[in-house]
């Protein structure tokens, strides 16, 4: 699959974490302050997009070690749509409902590259088993 296809892949996946991430993210606002409904819908919708990056964008096996690495595709996202956040908010007077619809915007790329080098990274090469005697 070509790199095209699969940012074109991983910007359809987007779209469905972005779904995912701001439906839980209003849910959570009606119970929680903004940054923490924020940080929670963050988190579960990094989960949903885990698999379906595995398996729509880069068609491969999710394995453990690309799960746990897998956080690491959004440190930078984290970073950026959270400081944006509260940069819109806080100090631009947006409003708290559109203002992590816009911070997404700006961490898409940085996301794209830093997913697509763990998921594409092979696995550690397995030693070779050596015959009991």
Do not use: E
């Not at 995912?20 to 919708?45: D, K, Q």
């Not at 964008?57 to 394995?63: D, E, G, N, Q």
């Not at 203002?99 to 915007?105: N, Q």
Request: net charge positive.
């Amino acid at each position: 699959m070509t790199v095209k296809a699969q940012l074109v892949r991983f910007a359809l996946v987007g779209v469905v974490n972005t779904g995912t991430y701001y439906g839980c993210y209003l849910a959570l606002l009606t119970r929680l302050p903004y940054i923490a409904a924020h940080v929670g819908a963050f988190a579960l919708s990094m989960a949903g997009s885990f698999f379906l990056n595995c398996w729509f964008t880069y068609r491969t096996r999710p394995t453990w070690r690309k799960f746990l690495l897998f956080p690491l595709t959004n440190a930078a996202n984290f970073v950026i749509t959270t400081g944006g956040v509260y940069l819109l908010v806080d100090l631009a007077g947006f409003s708290n409902r559109y203002a992590p619809l816009v911070a997404a915007a700006a961490a898409i790329p940085i996301t794209f590259v830093v997913s697509r080098t763990i998921m594409l990274r092979p696995d550690a090469p397995r030693k070779p088993s050596v015959p009991a005697r």
